[in-house]
């Protein structure tokens, strides 16, 4: 069973920036896929980026440029957001799975088993 905690969400305003960070129980480094999700109210929840186990990274249209997925070290994995936009605002949730994903799961829920309990980012305009 892996543990995600993520951190780092806050309320800032529109063109600003935050760090999100997700820290697991075991580690993660080359051998789990790892994603950032969001979910406003009201909405599905949507994948904005993915780091593949082999380090690869995949980014949502509507983040492109502006977030970025690193690993900074065996259990962290962060998520850089610049220039933030209102329609940002939302739950941001961790996932992780085992293993390398093919290219059509790795934006999808249905790709993950595990999931952190989020933390809200709120962008005002």
């Known amino acids: 069973q892996v543990q995600l905690v993520e951190s780092g969400g806050d309320s800032v305003q529109a063109g600003g920036s935050l760090r999100l960070s997700c820290v697991a129980s075991v580690n993660t480094y080359n051998r789990y896929s790892m994603a950032w999700f969001r979910q406003a109210p009201g909405k599905d929840r949507e994948g904005v980026a993915h780091m593949n186990s082999d380090g690869h990274t995949t980014y949502a249209d509507s983040v492109k440029g502006r977030f970025t997925i690193s690993q900074d070290n065996a259990k962290n994995t962060l998520l850089e957001m610049n220039s933030l936009k209102p329609e940002d605002t939302a739950m941001y949730y961790c996932?992780?799975?085992?293993?390398?994903?093919?290219?059509?799961?790795?934006?999808?829920?249905?790709?993950?088993?595990?999931w952190g309990q989020g933390t809200q980012v709120t962008v005002s305009s």
């Open positions: 996932a992780a799975v085992l293993g390398r994903l093919s290219w059509w799961k790795i934006l999808r829920v249905d790709g993950y088993n595990y």
